[in-house]
């Protein structure tokens, strides 16, 4: 887990230690659901990959983010290591870090899926 997502996480647990215990079962229900929502995402995500033509598939495959997008993430990294992030930086980092791991998850699957189209070797491992 990333520090911003840790930071997050630790915040919201707090949260929820202050709610009175009537309300845990709405939370549960709601922490339920956004799993259930991840996973139909994800299945989506694979689909969308798998319609996509050989050529798209290896431009997603090699898909960076944008320059300017790096550095914002790569400073707001190094100030979130000396401590110095404000609130609305953390927030921003937090945004960047679900883009970059998207992105991440994106590249895999179309690596797969070049794979099995024999588009790609798999990887030696």
Do not use: H
């Not at 994800?42 to 598939?57: I, N």
Request: proline share 2%; net charge negative.
């Amino acid at each position: 887990m990333a520090d911003a997502d840790r930071i997050g996480a630790n915040a919201l647990l707090q949260q929820l230690a202050e709610l009175p215990q009537d309300d845990w079962p709405l939370v549960l229900d709601f922490v339920a659901q956004l799993k259930q929502r991840r996973e139909a995402l994800r299945a989506q995500a694979r689909e969308t990959v798998a319609a996509l033509s050989d050529e798209e598939l290896l431009a997603l495959m090699n898909k960076r983010m944008e320059l300017a997008q790096d550095r914002r993430f790569s400073l707001l990294l190094d100030r979130q290591q000396a401590g110095t992030l404000t609130e609305a930086e953390r927030d921003e980092l937090a945004a960047l870090m679900r883009a970059y791991q998207e992105g991440l998850l994106r590249q895999a699957q179309a690596m797969r899926e070049a794979v099995q189209r024999g588009l790609r070797e798999p990887l030696a491992g």
